[in-house]
């Protein structure tokens, strides 16, 4: 199925979790926060929440500081 990541198109398999995303794109274990449709996806559900053609995701990096 055809997604937009960061406004560029991405190829994933059907039934692609945001878990199965992040791991494609090598951010397992990243902080950072993801939004699918302009709704935010908490971290707790990137394994349930599938993705569905024609999706636009959103990931940004956590940057700390001080």
């Given at each position: 199925m055809?997604?937009?990541?960061?406004?560029?198109?991405?190829?994933?398999a059907d039934?692609?979790?945001?878990?199965?995303?992040?791991n494609?794109?090598?951010?397992?274990?990243?902080?950072?926060?993801?939004?699918?449709?302009?709704?935010?996806?908490?971290?707790?559900?990137?394994?349930?929440?599938?993705?569905?053609?024609?999706?636009?995701?959103?990931?940004?990096?956590?940057?700390?500081?001080?």
């Amino acid at each position: 199925m055809q997604v937009i990541v960061n406004g560029e198109p991405m190829t994933l398999a059907d039934a692609s979790s945001v878990a199965d995303l992040l791991n494609q794109l090598t951010l397992t274990g990243r902080r950072i926060a993801v939004e699918v449709n302009l709704e935010i996806v908490p971290r707790s559900q990137h394994d349930q929440h599938r993705l569905r053609e024609g999706d636009r995701v959103e990931v940004v990096g956590a940057i700390g500081g001080g």
